[in-house]
């Protein structure tokens, strides 16, 4: 992590340095926010758009236990897809409150009341659709938490944001496995139950406590030039870095500390204990049994709440975040063909509400392990829409919504 951190300060001399006035929206290949003064890398939707897919793969998607390929993606979603929603939370408040140079002065309090006003919405709309009574925990309540914690740095650069999301990672999954039994007991199969800002900050599927990293960890990220194909590269082996920390650590730790693999077997299978929960479960904090064990804080699976899980999941998402941006600026051939993905991650917050509304339409609980053609239809589904969408309007629906809601800051003064 410490390694990962010094490759970051080699590259702040990139993001501290005041910027030249940027080229045109359509120079730079970013579609417009309808936002004044705010333009958004294409690849970032296409990166939005994956996690969504992925979002989809872990709560309507086959169990990634029936192996082979489609195994394997539904593996590779678990955890790190809702970690790159994360990511990309945090370079959504960095995009309101200027990427490269924070806004000060008006503009800057306009900015935190757009992020302000963004975040009731979000604890409002998450809350509506928890109460839907979903097996899926909405992550958009705790989303709206998120960001009224990250706001009082977003004028710091890319340096310091790096360094607390660092810190937190390490010092938050400590407190919570401390704290945890003190507020919510240790009932972990009812982990991802959203009750109040207790389930806010420690108990529910996405704890503030472990999750708020990943969202600084992305406005640092956005502090960057990121046009620089030096940065970039340093990005994507800062990535690989943390990737490695984590997993590689976690994989070693269980290996070489004491008893810590027979104590995660018993937490998971053990007598008087409920066995694994399927991977594929739409709760997340599945595996937040492993935190009624100590060894549960070497463990780096999905919300396993762990340091090196976050190390790990924040690795995978810079990777994917880099890549995206990457191969939007060196294929525009693959752009083209991208453009589906790309309308889906520019409406991602419309296409997440829907998928949680149809899950509780169609009341999709009934299928324990749902088969592949239901995760085809949800994915096929949203993209048709958000491709005809796309065609007439620049913004979703609840994109257009939330722009309108928060244009009130401008009245601020």
Do not use: N
Request: with cysteine; proline share 7%; glycine share 12%.
């Amino acid at each position: 992590m410490i390694s990962a951190v010094s490759s970051l300060r080699g590259m702040t001399h990139h993001a501290d340095s005041p910027p030249t006035a940027p080229p045109p929206a359509r120079e730079r290949g970013e579609p417009s926010t309808g936002a004044p003064g705010v333009g958004r890398l294409i690849g970032l939707d296409l990166a939005r758009g994956l996690a969504v897919f992925g979002m989809y793969a872990v709560h309507v998607g086959p169990a990634p236990s029936q192996g082979g390929v489609i195994g394997f993606l539904m593996e590779l979603a678990q955890g790190r897809s809702s970690a790159l929603f994360a990511v990309l939370a945090g370079f959504a408040v960095a995009l309101i409150t200027g990427r490269r140079r924070p806004k000060t002065g008006l503009a800057g309090r306009q900015a935190v009341a757009k992020v302000v006003i963004r975040a009731v919405i979000l604890l409002v709309l998450g809350t509506a659709l928890t109460m839907t009574g979903t097996p899926v925990v909405p992550i958009l309540a705790f989303y709206g938490l998120f960001f009224l914690l990250v706001l009082p740095l977003y004028r710091l650069g890319a340096k310091p944001l790096a360094m607390i999301a660092a810190g937190w990672a390490l010092v938050g999954p400590q407190l919570l496995y401390l704290l945890k039994p003190v507020v919510g007991g240790r009932e972990f199969p009812t982990v991802g139950q959203a009750d109040g800002i207790v389930s806010l900050l420690f108990t529910g599927g996405y704890p503030a406590l472990t999750w708020v990293p990943f969202v600084i960890a992305g406005m640092a990220v956005a502090r960057f030039d990121l046009a620089a194909t030096a940065v970039r590269i340093r990005l994507a082996l800062t990535g690989v870095a943390l990737a490695v920390t984590g997993y590689g650590g976690s994989w070693l730790a269980l290996r070489l500390v004491p008893g810590a693999a027979e104590a995660i077997r018993e937490a998971a299978g053990g007598p008087g204990v409920p066995s694994m929960p399927s991977m594929s479960s739409a709760s997340p904090g599945s595996d937040g049994i492993f935190g009624d064990t100590s060894a549960g804080m070497l463990v780096a699976s999905p919300h396993s709440e762990a340091t090196l899980s976050i190390v790990g999941h924040t690795g995978v998402a810079i990777l994917v975040i880099t890549a995206c941006l990457a191969a939007m600026d060196a294929f525009p051939r693959l752009r083209r063909l991208a453009k589906p993905v790309i309308a889906v991650g520019s409406m991602s917050l419309t296409a997440y509400v829907y998928h949680i509304v149809a899950i509780w339409l169609l009341d999709t609980e009934e299928l324990a392990v749902p088969p592949l053609y239901v995760l085809l239809g949800f994915i096929a589904s949203v993209t048709v829409l958000a491709t005809l969408w796309s065609r007439f309007f620049q913004r979703g629906p609840l994109e257009w919504l939330m722009g309108r809601a928060t244009g009130i800051a401008r009245r601020i003064r």
